[in-house]
């Protein structure tokens, strides 16, 4: 047998640390584009605008210490604290790796309900709350554009018209606005997370009805 026969069926050595990286790089890439992570980050971005958005509402309600303000965005304040709250119960919720407890399909499931719940539940609360922002808007940029205070610019009928007008046109437009920035933020990757159920589902079908 040759020198170079011999040579070749020396098994290489194996190098742990190349493998242990190469599989890691393999993982974080995966994680990376997991749709949970994905929605997780998402949830991050909304929570932190929702923070500058609430500390603009108190910077116009210090500035303007009006009561017909603190009535009206006072409540839009009051409803992205609450938008927040959720939000950072829900990001801290959404784990990368599934908990080790629950199977791998009922905890996408759940993941799954949570998330498009909490959007539901702050789409359905922002058009609750939109109106009072519209009349707030309103009223604030007639005081600021007329140059009088907010009661005098009320006191003409022409203006609470334009205001019972105005007002649902400003919440109708917020709501599909803020519908279709969910959907710009979550709709992708809460399809892709709903695309990976239904997979899970059918292999899990596809094993019971083998057995």
């Given at each position: 047998?040759?020198?170079?026969?011999i040579?070749?069926?020396?098994?290489?050595?194996?190098?742990?640390?190349l493998?242990?990286?190469?599989?890691?790089?393999?993982?974080?890439?995966?994680?990376?584009?997991?749709?949970?992570?994905?929605?997780?980050k998402n949830?991050?971005?909304?929570?932190?605008?929702?923070l500058?958005?609430?500390?603009?509402?108190?910077?116009?309600?210090?500035?303007?210490?009006?009561?017909q303000?603190?009535?009206t965005?006072?409540?839009?304040?009051?409803?992205?604290?609450?938008?927040?709250?959720?939000?950072?119960?829900?990001?801290?919720?959404?784990?990368?790796?599934?908990?080790?407890?629950?199977?791998?399909?009922?905890e996408?499931?759940?993941?799954?309900?949570?998330?498009?719940?909490?959007?539901?539940?702050?789409?359905?609360?922002?058009l609750?709350?939109?109106?009072?922002?519209?009349?707030?808007?309103?009223?604030?940029?007639?005081?600021?554009?007329?140059?009088?205070?907010?009661?005098?610019?009320?006191?003409?009928p022409?203006?609470?018209?334009?205001?019972?007008?105005?007002?649902?046109?400003?919440?109708?437009?917020?709501?599909?606005?803020g519908?279709?920035?969910?959907?710009?933020?979550?709709g992708k990757?809460?399809?892709?997370?709903?695309e990976?159920?239904?997979?899970?589902?059918?292999?899990q079908q596809?094993i019971?009805e083998?057995?």
């Open positions: 047998m040759s020198t170079e026969s040579w070749k069926q020396i098994p290489e050595p194996e190098d742990a640390d493998s242990k990286l190469l599989n890691q790089i393999k993982l974080n890439d995966l994680q990376s584009r997991h749709p949970l992570e994905q929605l997780r949830f991050l971005m909304n929570i932190i605008w929702g500058i958005i609430n500390s603009g509402y108190i910077v116009l309600l210090w500035a303007y210490p009006l009561w303000l603190f009535i965005i006072g409540l839009v304040f009051i409803a992205g604290l609450v938008a927040i709250v959720q939000g950072i119960g829900l990001y801290r919720s959404l784990h990368r790796s599934v908990s080790s407890k629950a199977p791998l399909l009922q996408m499931k759940e993941q799954y309900a949570s998330i498009s719940k909490v959007i539901k539940q702050q789409e359905l609360y922002f609750i709350i939109y109106p009072f922002a519209g009349a707030g808007g309103f009223m604030l940029g007639g005081m600021i554009g007329s140059g009088k205070s907010i009661e005098v610019f009320l006191s003409k022409v203006i609470w018209i334009s205001m019972l007008i105005i007002v649902p046109l400003i919440a109708m437009g917020g709501h599909y606005l519908k279709w920035l969910n959907k710009i933020a979550f990757h809460l399809s892709q997370l709903k990976n159920i239904d997979a899970l589902e059918a292999e596809q019971n083998a057995s």
